[in-house]
DNA sequence: GATGAATGAGACTTCATTCAT
DNA sequence: GATGAATGAAGTCTCATTCAT
C-alpha cells in the first residue's frame, strides 16, 4: 500500500521541522509510525532521498496556496491583503499536510537546510520567487495602467520591496516569536496602499 | 599565545558558515588549522562552547558595525543610505573577522543555527533588532517634528517595516543569488524618501 | 537469534571479572565474540546497561545457588556446610554462566564496582544479604528451640557472625591465594558446631 | 619544597578513595591543590608512581595502627577487643592522613583496585595479614598455655577466624551501610570470649 | 619548580546503510 | 513488504604524557 511511504514522509517532515536533518534519525521516524528502520528504504533509496521528497511536497503546499486566490480583477487591496496575509497561508500548508509547525522559524529553517544541502532546493524556491515577483508584476503594471497606482513607481521594484517585507517580517518575527503576525499583516497593507495608490 | 584560540574560532566559524555546526568536525577545525582534535579542547570544553564563541564574535562586530556611523543630525536620506547598504555591513565585518561568506545566505544560515540550537543566540538577536528599532524610531521621530517625515506616519511601524525589507532583502537575494545588492539598496532608498517624506 | 545477545553478556562478564568496567571497552567484546563494535548497540543503549545485565545474571545465579539446597529439617550441621562451602557455590555460578573467575577475589572486585557505580546494585546486594541473614536466623532459632543450639546465643547475631566470616574468609583468600578453602571450610564447620552446639 | 609532593598524594589519594583510580585525572588532583598538571610529573612519572604512592603511605599507617597498641602481657579481652575496635583503627588512619573516607566501603574499594592492577599491592597486604595472624597465634599459644583458651581450638585457626570475621564485618558493612559497627565490635568481643575461653 | 600548549591514542556512541530471511 | 541483525565510518570527548619555556 501507498499508506506506509505516504505515513513515512509525513512524520520525517514533521520531525525534520521539529527538529533539523541530522538530529532526525530514520529510526526515529521508523518508530514514530510503528515500523522498522530497514522499512525505509523499500520507498526510498537513502536519507537523502526521504528528505527531497518532503521538500517536493510542502512546495507542491506552497506553489498552491500562495497567490491561488488572486485573480486578474483582484483590487490592489486584494493583492496586498493576500500577500500579507502570512499566517492564513503558512495554517493552510500545516494544515492540508497535517502537519504543526508551532513557530515559523522552524519552516523557514527548513528551507534553509535544503537549500543548503541540495542545489535543486534553492533551484526549486527560485522559481517559486521569480514566479510571485513576474505574477505581481503583472497585476501591478496592469493596476497602474488603470490609474490605481502612481505612474511613478516600477512595479517591478514595487513588487520585489513587497516580498521582501513579507519575507523579512516573517524571518523577524520568526528571530523574537513575540509580533503578532495579524496585526502587523493589517498595518503592513494599510501603510502600503498609502504609499502605493494616487 | 592566544593565537592558536583565535585560529580555532576563526577557521571554526568559516567552516560553520561554509557548512553546518553538524558537518563540522572538530577534526577539520584542528587540522585546518595544523594541530591536532584534542588541542581544541585545551581552550573550549566542547564543540557547543566553541560555536558559542564564534557567535559572540559575530555578535560583537554586528554590534558594532549596525548603526555606528549614524548620529542625531544624519539626514533621513543619510539613515536610509546607512540601512540599506547592505553590502558595506556584511563586508565590514567579513572583513574584520578575516572570513569569506561567498553568499549572505550562508551568514543567515548560521544565526538561525544558532538560534535553534542554544536559546542564548536568539535573546542575543531579538537585543540586536530591538535596539535597532528603538535607534530607528528615535531618530525617525525627531525628523517627523522637524517636519521632514509626514505626520501621518506611525515611526514605530516604519522602523520596522524597513528592518523588515532590509532583512528580506538579503534573505531573498540569498536565495537568489543574481540580485544586485548594490543597486537593489538604492532603488529601495529612493522609493522609501519618496514614501516617507512630505 | 537471541545468541548474539548471550554471547555479548558473557563475553561481557567475563572480561568485566577478568579486569575491570573501565578497562573493558566495548570494542574488545565485541572483537572477542567476532561482531563489530556498533552490533553491541543493538542489544544494549549503553556500555552501562549491557555491565547492568551481567549483575542481574550474576545476582540471579548467586540467588539460585545460595541457599536452594537448605530445608526445615536441615541439620546443624548440614546448615553449616552449606554455608561453609564456598567453592561449591561460586564454581557452581561459574560452570552454569560458562564462566571462569580465576580467583573469587575477581568476583568481590565486580561486586564492588557495581555497588560503587550503580546504587541499584548496592540495593540488590543488601537484599541478598539481610535474606540469608533471616533466613539463617529462622534455621538457628528453630534449632535453639528443639534444644540443638546453646539458649545463651543470640541467633541475629550468630547469623551475622556466620556471614561476615564466610565473606571475610573469601576475602582474605582472595587476598592470599594461597589457602586451601575447602579445608579451611571444613575446620570452621567444626569450630563453629563445637562453639555453638550445647 | 617537600610540600608540594606530600600535598598532590593526599590529594590524589582522598580522590582516589572517593572516586576510583580510572575517573581521577591528574588534572583533577593539580587543580585541587592549585598546581597544573604539568607540575605533577616533577615528583611522580606516571600516574601508576603516584597511585603507589599513596598505596605506600596507607599502608605505613595501617601497619603502624593495626597492633600497635599489643603486647605479650594483654589479657584476651584486650586482645579481642583491639581486633573487633574497627573504627577506632580505621579513624585512626583517616586522621593522622587528614583524609575522610566517608563509607569504609571505599577504603576496602581502594585497597581492592591498587590489588587488581599491582602485585606489589597483593604482595603488601598479603604480609600485613600473615603478620597480624603471626602476631595473634603467638598471643593465643601464649595464653593457651596459661590456661585463658581451650586446650581443644587451634590457635592458629582461631586466628584466621576472627581475622575473616573482621573483615567479613567490615566488608558487610560496607555493602549496607546500615550496620553500627561499634555495637557489633562490641557483641563480637564477647561472644569471641565465650566460645574461646575455658 | 612549574606552566601551558599540544599530542595521540582510545573510549563511547550514533547512524545510514546493507542484506538475509 | 518488512524485519532485524550487523557493519563501518565518523564524531565528540578524555586524558596521560611530553616538552619548550
Avoid: W
Avoid at 537549500?115 to 527560485?126: D, G, L, N, S, T
Amino acid at each position: 500500500m501507498k499508506e506506509t511511504k505516504e505515513k513515512i514522509v509525513l512524520k520525517a517532515l514533521q520531525y525534520f521541522i521539529d527538529h533539523d536533518y541530522q538530529s532526525v534519525s530514520l529510526n526515529s521516524i521508523a518508530k514514530g509510525i510503528g515500523i522498522t528502520k530497514g522499512g525505509i528504504y523499500h520507498y526510498f533509496n537513502s536519507k537523502d532521498e526521504l528528505f527531497m521528497e518532503c521538500m517536493f511536497i510542502v512546495f507542491k503546499k506552497v506553489q498552491e496556496s500562495s497567490m491561488g486566490s488572486l485573480s486578474e480583477d483582484s483590487s490592489l487591496r486584494e493583492v496586498l491583503t493576500a500577500l500579507f496575509s502570512f499566517e492564513d497561508i503558512l495554517e493552510m500548508i500545516a494544515e492540508s499536510l497535517n502537519i504543526n509547525f508551532q513557530n515559523y522559524f522552524n519552516f523557514y529553517y527548513l528551507m534553509f537546510e535544503g537549500i543548503k544541502k541540495f542545489p535543486e532546493v534553492r533551484e526549486m524556491i527560485i522559481n517559486i520567487y521569480s514566479g510571485m515577483q513576474r505574477g505581481l508584476t503583472v497585476l501591478f503594471t496592469d493596476l497602474q495602467t488603470k490609474g490605481v497606482i502612481r505612474k511613478k513607481i516600477d512595479c517591478n521594484i514595487l513588487s520585489f520591496e513587497l516580498i521582501a517585507m513579507v519575507e523579512g517580517t516573517l524571518l523577524v518575527s520568526g528571530f523574537t516569536t513575540e509580533i503578532d503576525l495579524g496585526l502587523v499583516g493589517k498595518d503592513l497593507v494599510e501603510s502600503s496602499l498609502e504609499r502605493i495608490c494616487v
